[in-house]
Structure formats: C-alpha cells, structure tokens
C-alpha cells in the first residue's frame, strides 16, 4: 500500500512540474533522458481516495490519473520544454485513453502547480490547436496540482531495470525513441545516451 505523499517542497534551486500522459511507465521513461530533469516520480494524483494502490486505480474507480512528478532545474530546462516534450510522446486527442490503455487513469492531463505554469499550459494547448497537428482537437485536462501519492516502489525506473518486458519493447520504448530522435541532441542528457 502507498502510504506517504509528497507536497510541493522541492530541493532549492528546483522546479515541480505533474503530469499525466497515459502509462507512468512510459512518461517516466521519457522525462529521466532530459537535461535539467533531476527526479521523476511516479504516482497518482487527482482522484478522490486516499493512499491508491495500483491495482485501485488500474480498476478505474478512484478518479485518479497515473501522473509523474518532475523536479527539475530552471536554469538548464524550461517548464515550455517539458510540455514540448509531453505533447510530442502521447496522443493528447484521446480522451481517457493512449493506445490499448482505456480508463480515466490514463487521461491526459497537466497539473499545475502556480498561475505561470497554468498560463503556459493553455497557451501551449491553444497553440498545438491552432497548428492542427492533430486531426483532432487537444482534450488534455489543465488542472490544479493536488495530493500527489508515489506509485509502489517496483514502478520506479521501470522501463530501465524491465527493458526486455514484452510492454516495454512494444509500448515504451518507441517512446523513448521518438524523445531520443526528435529531442536527444537539445534536450537530452549526454549520460542518457551512452548506453
């Protein structure tokens, strides 16, 4: 059982940004190779119960979404970036759902966490919409950050320490090549690539 929370203390020098974009595994994944980004956490955020287990909220009744909570340095990423990259590895345009994962635990969300993130969020959104770059509209939830509860410890770099898991070649890993292909030589972290 999950039992402690985290709030918005954050080293000094930091940045919290919370996001949902289907599977935890796969935006942990994505968010560990960028530069500036010094811990991604997976959890649940948003629901309605307190101390979620995985298997409550894959069951789809505790209004909670499967998010992870970035903490990262300002002065080597902007919170624009990690939005760049959010909405570049998922397909915001589903509602409640990315791939074969169905179930409003894996909505699409941004929670934020001050008025400047809530304004770049909906800029941002606005301007992916105007782009057209999708056929159709933009149905990412812009909420404020609430409660967030840490997933249970095997859910921690999942994707680096199960690579080899059926999920992780199908389903993850394509995401972590497209970061790699579309963001590695601006955004990546040197060490996330020599292996």
Known sequence: ????????????GLAVATLAGGCFWCTEAVFLRMKGVRRVVSGYTAGHT?????REVCEGDTGHAEAVRI???????RYEDLLDV???THDPTTR????NDVGTQ????IFFHDDAQRRAAIATVEALDRARIWPDPVVTEIAPATRFWPAEAFHHD???????QPYCRFVVAPKVAKFDEKFGATLGRADAFSG
């Open 1 to 12: 059982m999950t039992s402690t929370t985290m709030d918005d203390a954050v080293p000094a």
């Open 71 to 77: 903490e990262f340095d300002p002065t080597q990423v």
């Open 158 to 164: 999942y994707f680096a320490r199960n690579g080899g």
């Open 86 to 88: 959010f909405f570049a």
């Open 96 to 99: 409640n759902r990315q791939g």
């Open 50 to 54: 307190d101390a979620p287990t995985y």
């Open 106 to 109: 894996y909505r699409s969300a």
